[in-house]
């Protein structure tokens, strides 16, 4: 045998035993392998995936378990959709998923799934465009996930989640940064709970989702809390929802919306902590506002217009710059108002029965000034703005116009208010629906 000969063999030894291994470690494997390993899985079965990176995409066509241990890694190479579930019955579990495409219109995601009754559970999910999409798929479960969108402009991250003509899903301790969105649109009985989403767009933007349940969530730092669209039947309580606080933030926006109690929240720090646009849209029909806190926004409640239909109960409005506004002109006496907390009440409670004895009457004064040259906003607090208020009161230029008025408002700031003692919609269940408590038509 020639020196060379000897040469190139002890070299092809020393590549198959110490370069290709190393080589594999790092990912550079076969792109089949964990798609065979799940082929080979029987209908029912666990599959206990070996702890290494694997590439994607991969597609799961049968009820499996598929449990990455906490260690085992999919990489979607930068291409399509990293795991696609095309069956009912599945539970995917302790991943960490990455790097799948970036194409918008065909939703390159963490995960797409297309079935019922599966389960998503413990995976971390970073630099996917979106990451889990649901499509006509009911009765699954969301838990515990991390979820990231790539480094992109806020309006070119992909959705957290999506939820499109899917039912009776229950979305529940998640962990959301720096995406877009959560979508539910046409979806309708999902319950979303205790779920921490920040650094996105909207923490939730419902449309034509009726039935929906939405509680003990956090939503801070996002550009808007909670908003809903043609949205009917929807309860949303003990969350809370701050910072939304650009020229637009909102803590819950509602537009054309029906039949939605919103109680025991804490809205604070936002540029408006609640907007109202034609909602309700329903005759014979009112949203309830109960047991809120309201406070430190630019705006407590904003109407986009006079509004009839909206109940306020036992809110507590406290350090808003503009407690009630109505846009153009209106007024929200269509509104009931009652035993609201208002810091700024000025009256007395000679009985002691912890209610004022004279209503909260709040009347447009300077504020005219703004509602005609909104920018005029960015004076407030300022001396010339609160002397022209002081001298309107004072001695009024006109007439000052009555905004709201709560005829018996508390005196004293309540030390807490319990969320669950005066609401008597039951929520531990995906059919205890707020629908049956204030559907009036």
């Known amino acids: 045998m020639s020196r060379s ?16 291994p190393i080589a594999t470690s790092y990912g550079e494997i076969n ?43 999919v990489d979607g190479g930068g291409k399509g959709t990293v795991i696609t579930i095309n069956s009912d019955n599945v539970t995917v579990k302790n991943f960490t998923l990455r790097n799948s495409g970036q194409l918008h219109n065909n939703v390159d995601s963490c995960i797409q799934l297309k079935g019922d009754n599966s389960k998503i559970l413990n995976n971390t999910m970073v630099e996917c465009l979106f ?14 996930n991390y979820i990231s969108s790539y480094d992109l402009d806020l309006g070119l991250r992909g959705d957290a989640m999506r939820l499109w003509y899917s039912k009776n899903n229950t979305v529940r301790k998640n ?24 650094g996105g767009r909207y923490s939730i933007h419902f449309m034509y989702a009726n039935g929906n349940i939405v509680r003990k969530n956090t939503f801070d730092g996002n550009a808007v809390g909670i908003f809903l669209m043609y ?22 926006g509602m537009k054309d919306t029906s039949n939605v109690q919103i109680i025991g929240n804490r809205l604070i720090y936002c540029s408006s902590g609640i907007y109202l646009d034609q909602s309700p849209y329903q005759p014979d029909t009112i949203n309830l506002f109960k047991d ?39 007024h929200a006496q269509g509104s009931v108002w009652k035993g609201n907390y208002w810091d700024t009440y000025q009256g007395f409670d000679r009985n002691n029965d912890g209610v004022g004895d004279t209503p909260f009457n709040l009347y447009f004064h300077a ?68 629908k049956n408590s204030l559907d009036n038509g």
């Open 175 to 198: 962990k959301v940064r720096n995406s877009r969105d959560i979508v539910i649109w046409y979806s309708g009985d999902n319950i979303i709970e205790q779920n921490d989403v920040s």
């Open 292 to 330: 809120n806190e309201i406070a430190f926004n630019g705006t407590g409640v904003l109407f986009h217009m006079s509004l009839v239909g909206n109940q306020f109960i036992n809110n507590r409005f406290v350090g808003n710059f503009i407690p009630v506004s109505v846009d153009s002109r209106g």
């Open 5 to 20: 000969l000897l040469h190139n063999l002890g070299w092809l030894i020393f590549f198959v035993l110490f370069i290709s």
């Open 231 to 252: 949205t009917e039947h929807t309860l949303v309580e003990d969350n809370l929802i701050r910072n939304a606080a650009g020229a637009t933030g909102l803590c819950i």
């Open 31 to 73: 792109s089949t392998e964990l798609q065979n390993l799940i082929d080979a899985t029987k209908a029912g079965g666990v599959l206990k995936v070996p702890a290494k990176t694997y590439q994607g995409p991969i597609v799961i066509k049968k009820p499996i378990t598929l449990d990455g241990g906490g260690k085992a890694i």
């Open 367 to 434: 504020d005219k000034l703004w509602m005609d040259a909104p920018n005029l906003k960015f004076f407030f607090g300022s001396p010339v703005l609160e002397a022209l208020d002081f001298l309107e009161k004072l001695a009024p230029f006109s007439d000052p116009e009555l905004v709201m008025s709560d005829p018996s408002p508390q005196f004293a700031l309540p030390t807490k208010t319990s969320k669950n003692n005066t609401n008597k919609t039951k929520t531990n269940s995906k059919t205890d629906n707020p």
């Open 131 to 144: 990451g889990i999409d649901l499509a006509e798929s009911d009765n699954n479960l969301i838990a515990d």
